[in-house]
C-alpha cells in the first residue's frame, strides 16, 4: 500500500552539501513514522535519522549537527539535508516508512539511492 521513492543522490566533494528526497505514496502518510538508513559495502546498515509522525526526530552519532530529517506531509515527502559531507558518509541511503497498527506494524522501503562523498 505504501511506495517509496529515493532522488537526490549522486558525487560531492567532502564538505559540500545534497540533499535527498523521499516521495511516499499511501492514503495516510501523515500517520506514518519515518527515517533514513544507510549501507556502505561492508558494513551493517544503519540508522542515520528518524521523524514521527508528529514531528520528533533522533539522529545517528555521527551525523548530528550535520544532517537534518524533515518532512511535508502536505506533499508526502520525507527529506535529508546533509551539510558538511565527509567520506564515512559515502553509502547507500535507503528511505523507509513504519505504519503500525492494532496486533502488528509494517516497515516499507524505498529502492535506495546512491551517495558517494570524495576527498
Known amino acids: 500500500q505504501v511506495q517509496l521513492v529515493e532522488s537526490g543522490g549522486g558525487l560531492v566533494q567532502a564538505g559540500g552539501s545534497l540533499r535527498l528526497s523521499c516521495a511516499a505514496s499511501?492514503?495516510?502518510?501523515?500517520?506514518?513514522?519515518t527515517g533514513w538508513f544507510r549501507q556502505d559495502p561492508g558494513k551493517e546498515r544503519e540508522l542515520v535519522a528518524r521523524i514521527s509522525s508528529g514531528g520528533s526526530t533522533n539522529y545517528a552519532d555521527s551525523v548530528k549537527g550535520r544532517f537534518t530529517i524533515s518532512r511535508d506531509n502536505a506533499k508526502s515527502t520525507v527529506y535529508l539535508q546533509m551539510n558538511s559531507m565527509k567520506p564515512e558518509d559515502t553509502a547507500v541511503y535507503f528511505c523507509?516508512?513504519?505504519?503500525?497498527?492494532?496486533?502488528?506494524?509494517?516497515?516499507?522501503w524505498g529502492q535506495g539511492t546512491q551517495v558517494t562523498v570524495s576527498s
Open positions: 523507509t516508512a513504519n505504519v503500525r497498527f492494532i496486533g502488528g506494524s509494517r516497515t516499507y
Open positions: 499511501g492514503r495516510a502518510f501523515n500517520l506514518y513514522h
